[in-house]
């Protein structure tokens, strides 16, 4: 059962270089989501998608983009990678029913640009 | 709006309680709890909705009141696996569709 799975784990760039995190998960879930998590800072959303074919942007979505061309992929790309772009990231998958809207997070990938 | 989490830590020894608040400015649909230990995931633990729920799992429970726009997240008789930080995630709307808002977290040390 693999749920989310985000590739790589660990990444380094240099500042100007773009680059692909990419996210799938298994469990037929519409809504998809990417978080970035910096020391003090929580959780802040990216972006989102309801479904495939549509996007949002989320709270921090500056230097972010976002396709979702099938329910299991939600890749996002770094178009220009910022030394303020070091965080960890996370993507999440989510579905809505009457308990609520549980949201399941991938592993994180930790990324470093120099 | 970013909802307030307080305290920003806490230290306790096994077995003993603690109560972790999460507070939001703005109206509430539903409030969600997670524990992240360092260098993993946050695990989702519960959720609770409108109308003023209580919620328990195992020795970690938590109440949402609507009024007051608050949840508060209890654990008692902690033990050592509980250390982590904890975070609360806010959505106003119903859906679940836009994503949480997630507060800055507490962190808890459990010492044996």
């Known amino acids: 059962n693999a749920g989310v799975t985000q590739t790589p784990k660990f990444q380094v760039l240099k500042t100007g270089q773009s680059m692909t995190l990419q996210c799938a998960q298994d469990?037929?879930?519409?809504?998809m989501s990417w978080y970035r998590q910096d020391p003090g800072m929580g959780l802040r959303l990216i972006h989102y998608?309801?479904?495939?074919?549509?996007?949002d942007q989320g709270e921090v979505p500056n230097g972010y983009n976002v396709s979702r061309s099938t329910t299991e992929d939600f890749p996002l790309r770094l178009l220009s990678a910022a030394p303020s772009q070091t965080s960890v990231y996370f993507c999440?998958?989510?579905?809505?029913?009457?308990?609520?809207?549980?949201?399941?997070f991938g592993e994180g990938s930790w990324l470093t640009v120099v | 709006q970013q909802p307030v989490q307080s305290p920003q830590a806490v230290i306790l020894r096994e077995g003993e309680d603690a109560v972790i608040n999460c507070s939001s400015s703005?109206?509430?649909?539903?409030v969600h709890w997670y524990r992240q230990k360092h260098g993993e995931a946050p695990v989702f633990l519960m959720i609770?909705?409108?109308g003023g729920e209580q919620k328990g799992h195992e020795k970690i429970s938590a109440s949402f009141n609507e009024k007051k726009q608050q949840s508060s997240l209890y654990l008692t008789a902690s033990q050592l696996s509980y250390s982590g930080t904890y975070f609360c995630?806010?959505?106003w709307g119903g859906g679940g569709a836009d994503g949480l808002t997630f507060g800055k977290g507490t962190h808890l040390i459990i010492q044996p």
């Open positions: 609770l909705l409108k």
């Open positions: 995630g806010t959505e």
């Open positions: 469990m037929n879930h519409e809504y």
């Open positions: 998608s309801v479904g495939a074919g549509i996007t």
């Open positions: 703005k109206a509430l649909y539903s």
């Open positions: 999440a998958s989510s579905y809505a029913d009457r308990a609520g809207n549980t949201i399941y």
